[in-house]
């Protein structure tokens, strides 16, 4: 089955600056790739996605990279502001049908005033 | 987005007894739904894949005798805690898949279990 590590497990980075979390995966069929960010005791929002017939995608000040031959895709935040403090899962799946997401094991992202 | 409604938000149950959390797709009909447990400061872990009108395919080392999972309709699924026991406590959240609008895959706002 997939399996998807992430790194790093936690991150501080002042305000205004980037932040990059990146993330393997295994299963070479995958080919839908979520980011999740979770506040604590709240419901994973998805933030952005990528699939892989695209190699970037970027949505304001988030943007998510994917190398398929390497297997590895990174979220970046730039820009950043207290309120992206929060932990960040990316998730892996096969985009058909039903299949299942496979998460990773999140990084706790603080945002220093 | 599309919304998926969880019940209840906060439950807790006494040692023994059994505890019913429900999952709705409020806007969409999904016919598989997940449910997965989240301790304080790990990841979700898959539980099991509920599909609608047929049995809940199980991960490896979950219950299924433990962890009851009914899908009887398009927008609705169940996850019943049978004799439940402290160490089930955590937090259990559910998704669904919106298949018709992009593919994505929306969260419920989880269920804090606590048994005592």
């Known amino acids: 089955g997939e399996n998807v590590e992430q790194h790093p497990s936690t991150l501080s980075v002042q305000e205004g600056d980037s932040a990059v979390i990146k993330c393997t995966y295994s299963?070479?069929?995958?080919?839908?790739f979520p980011w999740y960010k979770q506040e604590l005791g709240k419901r994973p929002q998805l933030i952005i996605d990528i699939r892989s017939n695209v190699g970037e995608k970027k949505d304001q000040r988030i943007a998510v990279t994917l190398n398929k031959t390497a297997k590895h895709f990174s979220l970046h935040i730039t820009e950043t502001q207290p309120e992206d403090s929060a932990v960040y899962f990316c998730?892996?799946?096969?985009?058909?049908?039903?299949?299942?997401?496979?998460f990773g094991t999140g990084t706790r992202l603080t945002i220093i005033p | 987005g599309a919304v998926v409604s969880q019940h209840p938000s906060w439950v807790i149950c006494k040692s023994g007894t059994s505890v019913k959390i429900e999952c709705r797709s409020l806007d969409f009909q999904a016919t598989t739904m997940f449910w997965y447990r989240q301790f304080p400061k790990q990841s979700l872990m898959l539980m099991a894949t509920?599909?609608?009108?047929?049995?809940?395919?199980?991960e490896q080392g979950v219950e299924k005798d433990k962890f009851l999972i009914n899908h009887a309709s398009l927008t609705l699924s169940t996850l019943t805690v049978t004799s439940a026991h402290p160490e089930d406590s955590s937090f259990y959240i559910c998704?669904?898949?919106?298949?018709?609008?992009?593919?994505?895959?929306?969260f419920g706002e989880g269920s804090w279990l606590t048994v005592v």
């Open positions: 998704s669904a898949r919106e298949s018709t609008g992009g593919n994505t895959i929306y």
């Open positions: 509920s599909n609608e009108g047929s049995k809940a395919t199980y």
């Open positions: 299963d070479s069929a995958s080919n839908y």
């Open positions: 998730a892996a799946s096969i985009d058909f049908g039903n299949e299942k997401l496979t």
